[in-house]
Antibody
Framework: EAQLVESGGALVKPGGSVRLSCAASGLTFTNAWMNWVRQAPGKGLEWIGRIKSKTDGGTADFASPVKGRFTISRDDSKGTLYLQMNSLRIEDTAVYYC?????????????WGQGTTVTV | QSALTQPRSLSGSPGQSVTISCTGTSSDVGGFDHVSWYQQHPGKAPKLMIYAVTKRPSGVPDRFSGSKSGTMASLTISGLQAEDEADYHCCSYAGTDRNLIFGGGTSLTVL
């Protein structure tokens, strides 16, 4: 069974930085396009970024609110996804989920981590 | 990035059917057949219920169905059960610039 486990959530001051990790198991991580989705307290879900598999170019795309401040990377040898968050703002306070879609599921996510909380 | 529009809350009685709407534009919901729906219980991660407008992942009851007309997508839950009480979020692919857009979420209460 596919499993994602996030870690690294923290309490950080505005302007600070934090790096989140997401450890994957039970899925072919090297082929997976991995995403980060966040949820501010009492709010809806917000897609913030995605990194393609290395075979598909390994590039990352971001939503406008985080572009230029957040970066996504992956270590396929460790089956781990990262989200580097810089220049943090109060509005970045949220639960951050890593997520992906199984084979045949496009632009939707059936595998989710439990989430990790970042408070700015 | 504008979110898709969902009703803030809905309610229904056990056994009834409810439909949750999700309104977008021709640049997202109306432009692609990649609308998905997620169920989220309090304190839990979202669960995929519908993808590609009408498809159900393995294990999702057939009481849940999705549809789309123009720029509005809908999730219908028939034979409402107590465990269906949750938040429901719609999502649409919006092209290579905006990628994925979510709705604000609908809180469903089973009376």
């Amino acid at each position: 069974e596919a499993q994602l486990v996030e870690s690294g959530g923290a309490l950080v001051k505005p302007g600070g930085s934090v790096r989140l990790s997401c450890a994957a198991s039970g899925l072919t991580f090297t082929n997976a396009w991995m995403n980060w989705v966040r949820q501010a307290p009492g709010k809806g879900l917000e897609w913030i970024g995605r990194i393609k598999s290395k075979t598909d170019g390994g590039t990352a795309d971001f939503a406008s609110p985080v572009k230029g401040r957040f970066t996504i990377s992956r270590d396929d040898s460790k089956g781990t996804l990262y989200l580097q968050m810089n220049s943090l703002r109060i509005e970045d306070t949220a639960v951050y989920y890593c997520t992906t879609g199984s084979w045949g599921i496009f632009h939707a996510f059936d595998v989710w981590g439990q989430g990790t909380t970042v408070t700015v | 990035q504008s979110a898709l529009t969902q009703p803030r809350s809905l309610s229904g009685s056990p056994g009834q059917s409810v439909t949750i709407s999700c309104t977008g534009t021709s640049s997202d919901v109306g432009g692609f057949d990649h609308v998905s729906w997620y169920q989220q219980h309090p304190g839990k991660a979202p669960k995929l219920m519908i993808y590609a407008v009408t498809k159900r992942p393995s294990g999702v009851p057939d009481r849940f169905s999705g549809s789309k007309s123009g720029t509005m997508a809908s999730l219908t839950i028939s034979g409402l059960q107590a465990e269906d009480e949750a938040d429901y979020h719609c999502c649409s692919y919006a092209g290579t610039d905006r990628n994925l857009i979510f709705g604000g979420g609908t809180s469903l209460t089973v009376l």
